[in-house]
């Protein structure tokens, strides 16, 4: 996950409650189809996130998904984690891989609701595409799910950057968004901009704005 710039106010969740809940049992589910489809050689597998293979991204995975269904659960995690020392977002990403279990990082505050309605959505849906790039296995994509998934993604880098743009995603989770007057158009594939985003490989200019995975 990414790290962000601190804000006043504690970040909430945009989405209703409906669609988020929505997004999150569809992604959990075609989270699971993906791992279902891993061939035994796959598991040991490099990502692209340095130091994980993908039984390390399965076990991150799997942590956030307990943090979420169990408030005992949560407070335990946060708590050992803490225990831990340094950065926190490390030692709890730690935590969850070595346990195995994992959830996001933060460097602002963040309300309940944003995690579990955002994040923990966000999260699998990038180790998806990630576990998909790892092994060659398929990347489900569409536009009922992954589109309106990513439209909040955009919607949040917009109100993040607050600059003039013209955004066109290509793919099947696409669609095109513009602000003001003036500003750059960016034109790239829809998980290719969720990619850059979450930090991974290097961006320029408002795609250097990073919004949380």
């Given at each position: 996950m990414t790290m962000t710039m601190q804000t006043?106010?504690?970040r909430a969740p945009v989405l209703p409650r409906d669609v988020a809940m929505r997004l999150a049992a569809a992604e959990y589910e075609r989270f699971a189809d993906t791992l279902r489809a891993l061939r035994p050689g796959d598991w040991t597998r490099p990502t692209e996130c340095p130091g994980w293979d993908v039984?390390?991204?399965?076990a991150h995975a799997l942590g956030m998904v307990e943090m979420a269904a169990s408030v005992?659960?949560?407070?335990?995690?946060?708590?050992?984690?803490?225990?831990?020392?340094?950065?926190?977002i490390d030692a709890l990403t730690g935590l969850q891989v070595d346990e195995p279990q994992q959830v996001g990082g933060r460097d602002e505050a963040w309300t309940i609701g944003y995690l579990v309605d955002v994040i923990l959505t966000r999260d699998p849906w990038m180790h998806?595409?990630?576990?998909?790039?790892?092994?060659?296995?398929?990347?489900?994509?569409?536009?009922?799910?992954?589109g309106?998934?990513?439209?909040?993604?955009?919607?949040?880098?917009?109100?993040?950057?607050?600059?003039?743009?013209t955004l066109r995603l290509t793919g099947p989770a696409g669609g095109t968004w513009a602000s003001g007057e003036g500003g750059p158009v960016i034109e790239t594939d829809a998980v290719e901009f969720c990619r850059a985003l979450s930090g991974r490989g290097h961006a320029d200019g408002l795609l250097a704005i990073q919004v949380p995975f």
């Open positions: 006043s106010e504690p039984r390390a991204m399965a005992r659960e949560n407070y335990r995690q946060l708590r050992l984690a803490r225990r831990r020392g340094g950065v926190f998806r595409a990630d576990i998909a790039r790892a092994t060659g296995t398929a990347h489900v994509l569409t536009a009922e799910h992954d309106v998934l990513v439209a909040d993604v955009a919607a949040e880098w917009a109100a993040r950057h607050g600059q003039p743009y």
